[in-house]
């Protein structure tokens, strides 16, 4: 059970009112009890402008007389705001002591309890709470869900069955109690609960969570009965049609799962939300299985559910999101650009939709366009760093290492106080410069990296390699480069960098068995790693294994694969 601050400030204003009006300060003369009110009141106004410290100040004081409820309970409050749980349950407890038959006050020693994980000492406290509150509901709620987490179902079920006595039968108090059968392993009565209630109070709820019952023990025809007949109670309820649907896909009917499908996604009553997290959940199915053939034989129907989820919902970002990356995925780019580019107009205002359709031009080899772009993104929206390190990007691709130093530069101007993006932007420079031929200044930017953060694994790396590849400093090179594997033991550029310079040094047996580790994590997409391993096994006589290696090398090469 999760109690927020939220709640207890709603504790703490209807208390506040129940306090006021007991008169609980009575035993004092009218002058005291008016003075004494003042400073709880004094005390309450500092807590609504947020003045804990003049707040606990006064009602520590106030909290000394022996009766002063009222400033142990705020005291309390306090106290549980800043975490100190032994404090708080010490003075609500003696606030409640004082005026047992203040409901707030106990309430408020359980929620103590429970935010300090004392789920006995709750249950013990929502219990004693019942019977002197017993039409308390929200109480018989908390207890079920407490009951629930210490695993104790059969008093779970019994607050249920008070529940019903108290309040009826809905459907909430119907679903929590066939999930209290389920977890028991009684799916027969479980399924009977479900029934009994839907047999006097039919509901597309009840049936379709019945339609799911069923469905788990394969009896997909009974399935698709019940989701039939809570559609035609309610024909746009969600979880239904989504059933529908996987009885349908389950026994391979494609057009009855389609046309639920359509149906849901063209229901324009049912939110966004549901459509675009089924539709991401079944297009991330058929790629990541890489389902050519479904994806070849359904692509009209998935182009229609993906094309009248985008017309109903044009300004839905997470439906526009789904749909580009539905067009990227099958090669259709220009109409993923189309897509974002019409969310981008739509949110003229939001830095996302614009930063999502530059990336979508350079993702489809537009790179003039998006540097361009992302010059107007700039000016639009000066402080959003993404587009300054999109830019970078870009401009890598498109090979300009003169906008690149400049774009560099512009970061440092508009973001160098922040020590991260300082770091990594001087890391890029020194990338730069290197690439240009210009190693004794790349170096010396490489130093500066490391003068701000001396364990900066990127810099450390490049540093690192670029040394070895001059043949200097191996000592110093390998040092640094063992700082990166010790931050990130499986990454292969970092496994490839340690076990060249260790190569070089003569120390081959020791390169090897960072080459197989990286082999195991990536490294066998590298040309550049794979030949490494290469001339690292041909130096230890392994002149056969050596060979796959180097063949291997050339493929990626050849594929472009550095």
């Known amino acids: 059970m999760k109690r927020n601050m939220a709640l207890i400030r709603r504790i703490v204003v209807a208390a506040l009112a129940l306090l006021l009006a007991a008169g609980s300060l009575s035993a004092q003369t009218a002058q005291e009890k008016k003075a004494r009110e003042g400073r709880l009141i004094d005390a309450r106004t500092a807590m609504d402008l947020g003045d804990y410290r003049t707040a606990e100040k006064i009602l520590t004081e106030l909290s000394r007389q022996p009766d002063n409820d009222a400033a142990l309970y705020y005291l309390a409050v306090i106290e549980l705001g800043t975490k100190r749980f032994a404090a708080a349950q010490e003075h609500f407890a003696r606030a409640a002591a004082i005026d047992p038959g203040n409901f707030w006050y106990r309430d408020a020693l359980a929620v103590a ?3 300090d994980g004392k789920d006995e000492k709750t249950v013990e406290t929502y219990e004693q709470l019942l019977k002197d509150f017993p039409d308390r509901n929200d109480l018989w709620f908390n207890l079920v869900n407490l009951y629930l987490k210490l695993k104790r179902n059969d008093r779970a079920l019994e607050a249920m069955d008070q529940i019903e006595t108290l309040y009826g039968k809905n459907e909430a108090v119907t679903s929590t109690r066939y999930d209290l059968l389920m977890q028991d392993y009684k799916a027969d009565e479980a399924l009977q609960v479900l029934a009994d209630y839907n047999e006097s109070n039919p509901s597309p709820v009840i049936l379709t969570r019945m339609g799911d019952h069923v469905m788990s ?3 997909d025809s009974l399935a698709r009965s019940y989701y039939e007949q809570a559609l035609a109670l309610q ?7 989504l059933g529908l649907a996987e009885s349908c896909r389950i026994r391979r009917d494609f057009p009855g799962y389609f046309s639920t499908l359509d149906t849901f996604v063209g229901n324009a009553d049912i939110p966004a939300g549901y459509k675009s997290q089924y539709l991401g959940r079944l297009l991330g199915l058929v790629f990541s299985q890489e389902d050519a053939a479904f994806l070849q034989t359904f692509r009209p129907q ?5 094309g009248t989820a985008v ?5 839905d970002s997470a439906i526009v999101s789904t749909a580009g990356a539905y067009y990227n995925s099958t090669g259709r780019g220009e109409k993923a650009i189309e897509v974002f580019g019409r969310n981008k107009d739509l949110h ?5 939709a614009r930063l999502t359709w530059i990336q979508t031009l350079a993702y489809n080899g537009r790179l003039d366009d998006a540097a361009a772009q992302c010059d107007s993104a700039i000016a639009r929206f000066p402080r959003e760093y993404a587009f300054y390190e999109l830019k970078n990007a870009v401009l890598y691709n498109r090979q300009d290492e003169d906008g690149l130093l400049a774009n560099c530069q512009a970061i440092l101007d508009r973001f160098g106080d922040d020590r991260q993006t300082k770091v990594a932007t001087l890391s890029t420079i020194g990338d730069i410069l290197y690439q240009r031929g210009d190693d004794k200044e790349a170096f010396k930017y490489y130093k500066k990296v490391l003068k701000i953060d001396p364990d900066y694994a990127p ?5 690192a390699y670029y040394l070895s590849l001059k043949g200097k400093q191996l000592e110093k090179a390998l040092k640094m480069s063992r700082k990166t594997v010790e931050q990130e033991p499986d990454n292969p550029t970092y496994l490839d960098t340690i076990g060249w310079i260790l190569h070089l040094m003569g120390r081959s047996s020791e390169a090897k068995a960072y080459f197989k580790h990286a082999m195991l ?6 040309a550049t790693c794979l030949a490494h391993y290469a001339a690292v096994l041909k130096a230890l006589g392994e002149e056969d294994l050596a060979k796959v290696y180097r063949n291997q090398a050339e493929l990626r090469s050849k594929e472009g694969k550095e």
């Open 311 to 315: 017309t109903l919902h044009p300004a």
């Open 348 to 352: 003229p205002d939001s830095p996302g």
């Open 217 to 219: 023990q394969a009896k």
């Open 113 to 115: 309890y429970s935010m």
């Open 521 to 526: 994590y990536g490294g066998k997409e590298s």
């Open 459 to 463: 810099a450390l790396n490049n540093y």
């Open 235 to 241: 024909p746009d309820y969600s979880p239904a049609l």
């Open 302 to 306: 998935l182009d229609s559910l993906i």
